[in-house]
């Protein structure tokens, strides 16, 4: 590409321009102003983006609970004082009002400048869209909730979006494109601002919101919508994210409602809740809680199927649904149970779930939410079609989490494969699933279907679907895989396969496991094992290089139980001591590292470096790990 | 330690030079990988490229300006990192923006590598680039090289988001219009 290209060109620039640019940063002793956080977000710690988020969306459900509040914010002279703690709180007089004259031409054509300029960052359908598209000279002009700042509010032509400025000193500053797709009349807008910690604008629209501030892990837009039987997030980054206030059929196929403190409420309360709203429409099927096929039907089919009596198991044990459209406009539905042994997990319905398509076939897996890598969770099966021209099959993954010790870590990951017969039912196989077996002490399984596979054969599946798997959430899948098996550790039994991977990755140094465990070995009434977190890999002269930042022993008793943990420090280093921290382990093959003594309480550790081997000894006693060295 | 003991050390093959470069410049070289990448741990791994890369070519390479030769090996280990993984969904950084914004200045029919030299084009860069105030030459270079967000070099440089995109608009332009009159059609 010539944009490449010339970029690259830059490269070439005089270097004395790059110091000048970057002379903040030359010295080292000195912090370089880093943006927001973009670490890798683990599903551990998205927990608390995800509840900070929560507290956002709950507050939007403020649209609810706070309806007469609301009403009255929408009449200019009613300003009703609040009276709520700061996380509720919502501004008196808050109806923006509609001004024709919002700025001068000066201010107004900057503006315009800048949404030329910022229309190219967005993905959005509105990149099509220039200055011209937008309604200059109607819009809103609002305050925020400490009054020192000014935005401007412009509509598309179409009113099916708005773009939103910040006047500081005259200057306009873009803030945002937001509410795509949602049809936008601005008498028929109110306003609320969050004055807690996560202090936001809240404009109601019709069925949906657009949300903007600036709280924590959720700075930015979300478009949150009632959405079947709940008010969700639509473009939020956290997926299925609900507020507290929803209906649904969930359980037992009756409709429940639920009141901000999660105290249940009755239909009519909720709907009569739902009529104070003024720009809602009436609630429907789908508001409340019916999915888009019938599951009255489809649950009927599966307990006939299966012989259930009791109906109501099913409808307590369902986990998630999801329903998509086929070639052929007819509506298939996808079910998903956890906790009934004697089905299997997953179900493909049709024809408003009076027709069963098939099952995976899969039982006794409870499934959760997983994590796509990104920034976001999605819900706990997501479909993903294939491109193949015939739309002859798609895969559905999930993870299993399991609690151990406190935290909620992944054991593991399967990927289905559902195939879609020409008769329009379907049939699925397991694909590729790997993971810890919790009940066999932990140890790694890596399957194919359902046979076992070596570590090297399921490298070449894994590669083989992501090279064959051109859609686009393949690439989540195969990271997910390569993250996955990281985490669980030690499926890359064999060194040389990451020598080899790394090697084609034309990469010198990086991380190559989360946590892994090097070796072990067993003693008369216990496993010892030594792991590493964040090992790294590197490959100088020849000679593999690892680096751990932490090095520590497990010990496990007879059931596979962890019951001591030491960490070790071996001494010595290839690089200064405090290269990153991390101690170096040098060596082809990890296997040997740890050997057990005689008498079968002790052991030996042994560390190589470039330089050097060094060894430390270690005794059980009384179910503890001892340092002899 | 200063640039010219750490360039000693690498002259030495003394490896200490990784560890002082990283001391050094490590936030500095990730900060650059990360802004093309959006990924902390790929900006790490590119920062350790860079160092080794570094080793690998110092001696017989001896960087006038060691910060700067560091930029650059980051930001090459990073582009080829982008173009390797830019189908994968996790971040992608600011590069697809920063390629975006560029097709102001090469927006013509020609073939670049065609008409002028690399060289040449890159001389004639330098010398508007000497044209402009030292704030404008930070802004640009911040984001065509060092691949900031318009945020960060807004922070850095102490001027408004706003004032950042048309700088950096204007400057476009400009450089557009000083390489069309040199020839260059791009």
């Known amino acids: ?629 | 330690m200063t640039d010219t003991e750490i360039i000693e050390l690498y002259l030495r093959r003394d490896e200490r030079a990784i560890a002082e470069t990283q001391k050094l410049y490590g936030r500095y070289c990730e900060k650059i990988a990360r802004n093309i990448l959006g990924n902390e741990q790929d900006a790490q791994e590119c920062a350790n490229d860079a160092y080794f890369k570094a080793w690998d070519t110092i001696p017989p390479e001896r960087p006038k300006i060691l910060a700067a030769y560091l930029a650059k090996i980051t930001r090459n280990s990073a582009i080829s990192r982008y173009r390797r993984e830019k189908t994968e969904k996790r971040g992608h950084g600011t590069l697809p923006l920063i390629l975006d914004e560029l097709s102001d200045v090469v927006s013509g029919t020609a073939n670049i590598e065609k008409t002028a030299e690399d060289r040449e084009i890159i001389a004639e860069i330098n010398r508007f680039l000497e044209t402009l105030a030292e704030q404008k030459r930070r802004i640009f270079i911040l984001r065509f090289v060092c691949c900031e967000s318009i945020e960060d070099i807004a922070k850095r440089t102490g001027v408004s988001k706003n004032n950042v995109s048309v700088t950096l608009n204007r400057v476009k332009k400009q450089l557009k219009q000083h390489l069309n009159k040199e020839g260059y059609e791009l």
């Open chain 1, 1 to 629: 590409m010539k944009n490449e290209k010339f970029f690259e060109l830059l490269e070439s620039v005089d270097d004395k321009f790059i110091e000048e640019a970057m002379i903040d940063d030359f010295d080292g002793t000195r912090p370089v102003e880093v943006r927001a956080e973009k670490t890798r977000i683990t599903p551990l710690k998205i927990i608390a983006p995800i509840a900070a988020c929560l507290a956002l969306v709950a507050a939007a459900g403020f649209a609810v609970s706070n309806f007469d509040k609301l009403t009255k914010s929408a009449t200019p002279n009613n300003s009703t004082s609040n009276g709520e703690t700061s996380s509720s709180a919502y501004m008196e007089n808050s109806a923006p009002v509609v001004v024709k004259e919002l700025a001068d031409t000066a201010f107004v054509n900057e503006c315009k400048e800048l949404v030329i300029l910022q229309l190219k960052e967005t993905s959005s359908s509105y990149k099509t869209l220039d200055a011209s598209d937008i309604s200059w000279d109607v819009g809103l002009l609002d305050m925020d909730f400490d009054g020192e700042d000014e935005y401007l509010i412009y509509p598309t032509k179409g009113r099916e979006g708005v773009f939103v400025f910040k006047k500081t000193q005259n200057e306009p500053e873009y803030i945002g494109l937001f509410g795509e797709g949602v049809e936008i009349d601005f008498n028929k807008i109110y306003k609320a601002v969050d004055g807690g910690n996560y202090y936001y604008y809240h404009y109601l629209i019709q069925e949906q919101s657009i949300v903007f501030g600036n709280g924590y892990s959720c700075e930015g837009i979300k478009l949150v919508s009632f959405e079947q039987d709940r008010i969700c997030e639509t473009q939020g980054i956290y997926g299925d994210v609900c507020s507290k206030y929803y209906c649904g059929k969930h359980f037992d196929n009756a409709l429940t409602c639920y009141d901000d403190n999660n105290n249940k409420i009755s239909p009519d309360d909720f709907k009569a809740l739902w009529k104070q709203y003024p720009y809602l429409p009436e609630p429907t099927i789908t508001h409340l809680g019916i999915s888009y096929f019938d599951i009255n039907n489809a649950m009927e089919l599966l307990a006939k199927k299966y012989g259930i009596s009791d109906k109501s198991k099913l409808f307590q044990n369902e986990f998630w649904r999801d329903t998509d459209i086929n070639n052929d406009n007819i509506t298939e539905g996808i079910i998903m149970f956890k906790d009934v042994p004697e089905l299997p997990d997953i179900y493909v319905v049709g024809d408003n779930g009076t027709k069963y398509l098939g099952s995976l076939g899969i039982t006794g897996k409870p499934f959760n939410q997983i994590w796509d890598g990104s920034d976001r969770y999605l819900p706990p099966a997501w479909i993903r079609q294939c491109q193949d021209e015939n739309e002859s099959f798609f895969y559905c993954t999930t993870t299993e989490t399991t609690i151990v010790d406190g935290e909620e870590i992944e054991t593991a990951w399967y990927i289905y494969k559902v195939i879609v017969n020409d008769d329009n039912t379907v049939s699925g196989e397991k694909y590729l699933n790997f993971g810890r077996d919790l009940s066999n002490g932990g140890k790694v399984f890596l399957k194919l279907g359902d046979r076992d596979i070596s570590a090297s054969e399921f490298i070449e599946e894994r590669n083989k679907f992501c090279k064959d798997s051109d859609y686009k959430f393949a690439e989540l899948d195969c990271e997910m895989m390569m993250e996955a098996g990281l985490n669980f550790g030690t499926f890359y039994k064999d060194i040389k396969e990451i020598d080899q991977e790394l090697r084609e990755l034309g990469s010198n140094l990086r991380r190559v496991r989360q946590r892994a465990t090097l070796c072990s070995v067993n003693l008369d009434d216990y496993q010892v094992s030594l792991c590493a977190e964040n090992l790294f890999y590197s490959n100088i002269d020849s000679k593999p290089i690892y680096c751990a930042e932490k090095l520590f022993i497990a010990l496990s008793d007879k059931d596979g139980k962890v019951i001591n943990i030491v960490d070790v420090k071996p001494q010595g280093s290839f690089f200064t001591e405090n290269f990153n921290g991390f101690t170096p382990i040098i060596k082809e093959n990890t296997d040997d590292m740890l050997a057990a003594g005689k008498d079968n309480t002790t052991f030996d550790l042994k560390f190589f470096t470039l330089n050097n081997a060094e060894k430390m000894s270690f005794s059980i006693e009384n179910d503890k790990l001892v340092s002899n060295s």
